[in-house]
């Protein structure tokens, strides 16, 4: 290991470096404002160790990782979601009352996890990557220790979790005991398709990661989580520990080639239609979102299907704006929330009338469920454009159709919150408390991206179309 | 150069009527994008089809272009939205009084998404306009609606959007399919109408755009979403719902489903003349069946709708103009029809038929006005509707005797429910009464009555006008 290599792993240490500086200031201070600073400023340096970083990539940092354009344009993505989701949380936590300082150490240790996943070129660096991550998350899910439901949330995510990592491990034991290796580009050389173990192998990996991503059949976990996990919490397993997790899926499969498309096609198509059916049915913004998030990985699933650089650039530009518009919806559920009673703001009825009594932040919301529905001017409509774009050229009608008619779907509960906020608020209901402006300003700012590269997404694609898999 | 401001200005003037005095910033902001649009085509080259054209590259990585070009077609639509923007303005001067900026922003918002349908020539940004007029349009029904606002805005904006994804399905298959053929991603409309298709492959692109245009025309069966949000959208929606939005599927059928598939188009002309005429038939019978006036009137427009479907696809160079025709007379009278029914529900707090009548007496302005735009629905000589009709009735006759036969009945149906509505709610004995138009509503209805009378009596530059953006059948 030379300085170029360590140039490349920069950010990945400068992440561990300032998780050691949170644990000791959580030890020394005792109080959540510095804690929460460094916690911040530390991701912004983690950020900014990116441009050195871009310097010397691509580059294969020991077997077990690569620094490509690939895997920084990710990492910037989650280091900035972790920034943001750090500042919702600020004043979240200082009205919930909870001890704030473990907080933001569990952030940072998830996003430390998701790193190492997007760089990961061996399934040993994923798996260890991706147990950072759900440790993290569980701690991070039940955070709320006194409420019920976090920490049945939290309890859901742990059985599950732990059974998706053993797939996902006798997935990686098979590949192993047929090829003898476990990195990714000596498996991509030396597989020997259509044999049946490999086959397995494939299935139970597939399996592992549909769990994480919740991919129908292996969904039903996350309205449960979304809903009884802390909003901010919500918002950082809907993106962070998903962006990750799809990066590598993509990386997996420009290794592994498009072998049981067809297995995966179906479980798009069922992503898509169940997510969006069963997001019919709720009456809590939190579990709506966990559904259309369901539907989204499918939509996302349709450009990993078609592959190519049409499909890497598709992917990436729909992680980045499902990024955008995840968070800001769950921003909103953040800000709305008081969390005296130790229940987020996340009941449809919560919302009737917002529009009137807080007309700022239900246009903010309005614009992330627009995006959402891909609809323009917005980063979702692009997103869909490229979705339908690489699914086209690769020919996968079916898909192509299920995504026109889970999008139409789609239509009719994103629809249904932005009709409840603008109907007559009802008369009982107090004046509402001064708004966390750190909250409002992320998102503003959350808004603000979703427009400017909704109207003018040609910064966005010049980035994109350097992106290259290894 | 000035075309994209055409767009801009009913966008910027929106946020600017929200901000204070909104009815006065609505009012200037849509007679400066008149003067503009007029401007352009004093200044427009004697030569050629085109008045003005703008052409940038917006997204070079993916051959998006902000293109934007007038022709003949193009400018008469683009007109009659501003005007009957105005006239949407002033109808509702008293009618609305609740967050009465937010209103102004959004119909504005909404005009410049029509304004942008009619004038793209990207095919995606063309898609763009076609999704940004929607939102608005919702919203004004949702929020400023009558009783059963919220089902019929959302059963609008799904019948609509669920066309729309069909045709930017069709939109991307065709771009790469055409860029699979020649190497090169472009979405642009002249680029795209030289592209080479299998026959198969054809068929279903047109199918695509077909069905988005013949949702928004509506072409029956795809017209469940009209009668209701027509009927529950105020006075302003209502006009631009009927006088506008039923006017962008027509455009699109013409500027594109037709010029980009012409072979498949021409195969699939049967099928589309016969639902035209289904559904100039349907929506006159129902028509004499309601007894909300709105709704009556709302199912006047598929059958007048009905005939431009014809018209397109006759194949005839004659009724294709009289098509034209039908579109901007349809969309003075049904607009001007809605601002009567807007000022009856006004002042009678129903739109109920059985609960009006004798109105004669108490209201002889808004009556003898409802009575002309009636008979001008009903298709009279000398008013506009007649001159689109009878093109379209001889022109496709040339073509499809059938077709015009069997369209041709119809007439005798708006007969009869133009003079029932007319009798039901001006005639016999008063049941009701109420103070008649004020100054300003005579005003507005004067200035729709002219047109149609325009029209009815001096057709050929408007039919040269729009004849030069047609091209051949």
Same mark, same amino acid.
């Given at each position: 290991?030379?300085?170029?290599?360590?140039?490349?792993?920069?950010?990945?240490?400068? %992440?561990?470096?300032?998780? #050691?500086?949170?644990?000791?200031?959580?030890?020394?201070?005792?109080?959540?404002?510095?804690?929460?600073?460094?916690?911040?400023?530390?991701?912004?340096?983690?950020?900014?160790?990116?441009?050195?970083?871009?310097?010397?990539?691509?580059?294969?940092?020991?077997?077990? #990782?690569?620094?490509?354009?690939?895997?920084?344009?990710?990492?910037? @993505?989650?280091?900035?979601?972790?920034?943001?989701?750090?500042?919702?949380?600020?004043?979240?936590?200082?009205?919930?009352?909870?001890?704030?300082?473990?907080?933001?150490?569990?952030?940072? @240790?998830?996003?430390?996890?998701?790193?190492?996943?997007?760089?990961?070129?061996?399934?040993? /660096?994923?798996?260890?990557?991706?147990?950072?991550?759900?440790? /993290?998350?569980?701690?991070?899910?039940?955070?709320?220790?006194?409420?019920?439901?976090?920490?049945?949330?939290?309890?859901?995510?742990?059985?599950?979790?732990?059974?998706?990592?053993?797939?996902?491990?006798?997935? &990686?034991?098979?590949?192993?005991?047929?090829?003898?290796? %476990?990195?990714?580009?000596?498996?991509?050389?030396?597989?020997?398709?259509?044999?049946?173990?490999?086959?397995?192998?494939?299935? @139970?990996?597939?399996?592992?990661?549909?769990?994480?991503?919740?991919?129908?059949?292996?969904?039903?976990?996350?309205?449960?989580?979304?809903?009884?996990?802390?909003?901010?919490?919500?918002?950082?397993?809907?993106?962070?520990?998903?962006?990750?997790?799809?990066?590598?899926?993509?990386?997996?499969?420009?290794?592994?080639?498009?072998?049981?498309?067809?297995?995966?096609?179906?479980?798009?198509?069922?992503?898509?239609?169940?997510?969006?059916?069963?997001?019919?049915?709720?009456?809590?913004?939190?579990?709506?979102?966990?559904?259309?998030?369901?539907?989204?990985?499918?939509?996302?699933?349709?450009?990993?299907?078609?592959?190519?650089?049409?499909?890497?650039?598709?992917?990436?530009?729909?992680?980045?704006?499902?990024?955008?518009?995840?968070?800001?919806?769950?921003?909103?559920?953040?800000?709305?929330?008081?969390?005296?009673?130790?229940?987020?703001?996340?009941?449809?009825?919560?919302?009737?009338?917002?529009?009137?009594?807080?007309?700022?932040?239900?246009?903010?919301?309005?614009?992330?469920?627009?995006?959402?529905?891909?609809?323009?001017? !917005?980063?979702?409509?692009?997103?869909?454009?490229?979705?339908?774009?690489?699914?086209?050229?690769?020919?996968?009608?079916?898909?192509?159709?299920?995504?026109?008619?889970?999008?139409? &779907?789609?239509?009719?509960?994103?629809?249904?919150?932005?009709?409840?906020?603008?109907?007559?608020?009802?008369?009982?209901?107090?004046?509402?408390?001064?708004?966390?402006?750190?909250?409002?300003?992320?998102?503003?700012?959350?808004?603000?991206?979703?427009?400017?590269?909704?109207?003018?997404?040609?910064?966005?694609?010049?980035?994109?179309?350097?992106?290259?898999?290894? | 150069? %000035?075309?994209?401001?055409?767009?801009?200005?009913?966008?910027?003037?929106? /946020?600017?009527?929200?901000?204070?005095?909104?009815?006065?910033?609505?009012?200037? !902001?849509?007679?400066?994008?008149?003067?503009?649009?007029?401007?352009?085509?004093?200044?427009?080259?004697?030569?050629?089809?085109?008045?003005?054209?703008?052409?940038?590259?917006?997204?070079?990585?993916?051959?998006?272009?902000?293109?934007?070009?007038?022709?003949?077609?193009?400018?008469?639509?683009?007109?009659?939205?501003?005007?009957?923007?105005?006239?949407?303005?002033?109808?509702?001067?008293?009618?609305?009084?609740?967050?009465?900026?937010?209103?102004?922003? =959004?119909?504005?918002?909404?005009?410049?998404?029509?304004?942008? =349908?009619?004038?793209?020539?990207?095919?995606?940004?063309?898609?763009?306009?076609?999704?940004?007029?929607?939102?608005?349009?919702?919203?004004?029904?949702?929020?400023?609606?009558?009783?059963?606002?919220?089902?019929?805005?959302?059963?609008?904006?799904?019948?609509?959007?669920?066309?729309?994804?069909?045709?930017?399905?069709?939109?991307?298959?065709?771009?790469?399919?055409?860029?699979?053929?020649?190497?090169?991603?472009?979405?642009?409309?002249?680029?795209?109408?030289?592209?080479?298709?299998?026959?198969?492959?054809?068929?279903?692109?047109?199918?695509?755009?077909? #069905?988005?245009?013949?949702?928004?025309?509506?072409?029956?069966?795809?017209?469940?979403?009209?009668?209701?949000?027509?009927?529950?959208?105020?006075?302003?929606?209502?006009?631009?719902?009927?006088?506008?939005?039923?006017?962008?599927?027509?455009?699109?059928?013409?500027?594109?489903?037709?010029?980009?598939?012409? !072979?498949?188009?021409?195969?699939?002309?049967?099928?589309? %003349?016969?639902?035209?005429?289904?559904?100039?038939?349907?929506?006159?019978?129902?028509?004499?069946?309601?007894?909300?006036?709105?709704?009556?009137?709302?199912?006047?427009?598929?059958?007048?709708?009905?005939?431009?479907?014809?018209?397109?696809?006759?194949?005839?160079?004659?009724?294709?103009?009289?098509?034209?025709?039908?579109? @901007?007379?349809?969309?003075?009278?049904?607009?001007?029809?809605?601002?009567?029914?807007?000022?009856?529900?006004?002042?009678?707090?129903?739109?109920?038929?059985?609960?009006?009548?004798?109105?004669?007496?108490?209201?002889?302005?808004?009556?003898?006005?409802?009575?002309?735009?009636?008979?001008?629905?009903?298709?009279?000589?000398?008013?506009?509707?007649?001159?689109?009709?009878?093109?379209?009735?001889?022109?496709?006759?040339?073509?499809?005797?059938?077709?015009?036969?069997?369209?041709?009945?119809?007439?005798?149906?708006?007969? &009869?429910?133009?003079?029932?509505?007319?009798?039901?709610?001006?005639?016999?004995?008063?049941?009701?009464?109420?103070?008649? #138009?004020?100054?300003?509503?005579?005003?507005?209805? /004067?200035?729709?009555?002219?047109?149609?009378?325009?029209?009815?009596?001096?057709?050929?530059?408007?039919?040269?006008?729009?004849?030069?953006?047609?091209?051949?059948?």
């Amino acid at each position: 290991m030379n300085a170029t290599d360590l140039t490349a792993l920069l950010p990945l240490l400068v %992440m561990g470096g300032t998780i #050691l500086a949170v644990m000791l200031a959580t030890a020394i201070f005792r109080r959540p404002g510095p804690v929460a600073v460094l916690a911040v400023l530390g991701a912004v340096l983690a950020l900014a160790a990116l441009w050195p970083a871009r310097a010397v990539a691509p580059r294969q940092v020991t077997p077990l #990782l690569v620094v490509d354009f690939y895997a920084i344009f990710f990492m910037g @993505l989650i280091l900035a979601a972790s920034i943001l989701v750090l500042l919702l949380a600020h004043g979240y936590l200082g009205r919930r009352g909870d001890p704030p300082e473990a907080f933001h150490l569990l952030v940072l @240790l998830a996003t430390l996890g998701a790193m190492a996943v997007v760089a990961s070129d061996h399934f040993a /660096a994923f798996f260890l990557g991706l147990e950072t991550i759900s440790i /993290a998350l569980i701690g991070l899910i039940a955070y709320p220790r006194a409420h019920g439901k976090p920490l049945e949330a939290g309890i859901k995510y742990l059985i599950l979790a732990g059974f998706s990592s053993a797939l996902l491990l006798f997935g &990686i034991a098979l590949v192993y005991l047929r090829l003898g290796t %476990m990195a990714f580009p000596r498996i991509a050389a030396s597989r020997a398709p259509g044999d049946v173990g490999w086959l397995a192998a494939l299935a @139970l990996i597939f399996a592992g990661f549909g769990f994480k991503l919740s991919i129908v059949p292996f969904h039903m976990w996350a309205p449960d989580v979304y809903q009884g996990a802390p909003a901010p919490v919500t918002g950082f397993i809907a993106v962070v520990s998903k962006a990750a997790l799809f990066a590598l899926l993509l990386r997996w499969f420009a290794a592994t080639g498009a072998e049981a498309a067809a297995m995966i096609q179906a479980a798009a198509i069922a992503s898509m239609l169940a997510g969006n059916l069963l997001a019919l049915l709720q009456t809590d913004v939190k579990r709506i979102l966990a559904y259309s998030s369901i539907a989204h990985i499918g939509y996302l699933l349709l450009p990993l299907l078609a592959g190519g650089a049409l499909g890497l650039e598709a992917v990436a530009y729909y992680l980045g704006a499902y990024s955008v518009m995840t968070l800001g919806a769950f921003g909103i559920v953040t800000v709305l929330s008081a969390g005296e009673d130790g229940d987020d703001a996340s009941a449809l009825e919560c919302y009737r009338g917002l529009a009137w009594r807080r007309p700022f932040l239900a246009a903010g919301f309005t614009l992330m469920l627009l995006s959402l529905a891909g609809l323009p001017p !917005t980063m979702g409509f692009f997103a869909k454009f490229y979705a339908l774009a690489a699914g086209i050229s690769g020919r996968w009608w079916p898909a192509v159709a299920a995504l026109v008619a889970g999008s139409a &779907i789609g239509l009719v509960y994103y629809l249904r919150i932005i009709v409840v906020m603008v109907q007559p608020a009802p008369a009982l209901q107090a004046p509402p408390g001064p708004a966390p402006w750190l909250g409002m300003a992320v998102i503003g700012a959350l808004a603000a991206v979703l427009i400017w590269l909704g109207v003018d997404p040609a910064p966005l694609v010049g980035i994109l179309h350097t992106l290259r898999v290894g | 150069m %000035m075309l994209p401001w055409l767009v801009l200005t009913p966008l910027i003037g929106g /946020a600017l009527a929200w901000l204070g005095w909104p009815r006065w910033v609505a009012l200037a !902001t849509l007679a400066a994008d008149l003067v503009l649009a007029l401007a352009l085509w004093a200044a427009a080259p004697a030569d050629g089809r085109w008045l003005a054209a703008f052409n940038r590259p917006w997204v070079p990585a993916l051959g998006l272009r902000l293109h934007f070009a007038m022709d003949g077609l193009s400018l008469l639509l683009v007109v009659l939205t501003l005007v009957l923007g105005i006239l949407a303005v002033a109808a509702s001067w008293s009618e609305i009084t609740e967050r009465v900026g937010f209103f102004h922003a =959004v119909l504005l918002w909404t005009l410049a998404g029509i304004v942008g =349908v009619f004038l793209a020539l990207d095919l995606l940004l063309f898609f763009l306009f076609w999704e940004l007029m929607l939102v608005p349009m919702v919203v004004l029904i949702a929020v400023w609606g009558h009783e059963g606002r919220v089902y019929a805005a959302i059963k609008f904006f799904l019948f609509t959007q669920a066309g729309g994804l069909l045709m930017l399905v069709a939109i991307l298959a065709l771009a790469i399919i055409n860029r699979e053929r020649t190497g090169v991603l472009t979405f642009d409309y002249f680029a795209l109408a030289q592209a080479s298709l299998d026959p198969g492959e054809a068929r279903w692109l047109m199918l695509g755009f077909f #069905l988005a245009f013949a949702v928004k025309l509506p072409a029956v069966p795809f017209h469940p979403w009209l009668p209701d949000a027509h009927t529950e959208a105020p006075t302003a929606g209502s006009v631009i719902l009927a006088g506008l939005l039923l006017k962008t599927g027509a455009y699109g059928l013409l500027r594109f489903a037709v010029p980009l598939f012409p !072979t498949e188009s021409h195969a699939f002309a049967p099928v589309a %003349m016969a639902l035209g005429v289904a559904g100039i038939l349907y929506g006159a019978v129902l028509a004499y069946a309601q007894d909300d006036v709105k709704r009556l009137i709302a199912y006047t427009s598929i059958s007048h709708l009905g005939f431009v479907l014809v018209g397109i696809y006759a194949g005839d160079r004659l009724a294709r103009e009289g098509a034209v025709m039908q579109m @901007l007379a349809h969309g003075l009278g049904t607009g001007g029809l809605f601002i009567v029914a807007g000022a009856l529900q006004e002042r009678l707090h129903t739109r109920d038929l059985r609960q009006m009548g004798g109105l004669w007496a108490s209201m002889p302005r808004l009556a003898s006005i409802g009575l002309v735009l009636a008979v001008a629905s009903l298709g009279l000589p000398g008013l506009g509707n007649f001159v689109g009709e009878f093109l379209v009735l001889l022109g496709t006759y040339r073509t499809a005797p059938g077709f015009a036969a069997a369209a041709a009945l119809g007439l005798v149906v708006a007969a &009869i429910y133009a003079l029932a509505l007319v009798q039901r709610a001006f005639h016999g004995a008063p049941h009701a009464a109420a103070p008649d #138009l004020s100054a300003r509503h005579l005003a507005i209805l /004067a200035a729709t009555m002219a047109g149609l009378v325009w029209f009815g009596l001096h057709p050929q530059p408007v039919i040269d006008l729009a004849a030069s953006g047609l091209g051949a059948p």
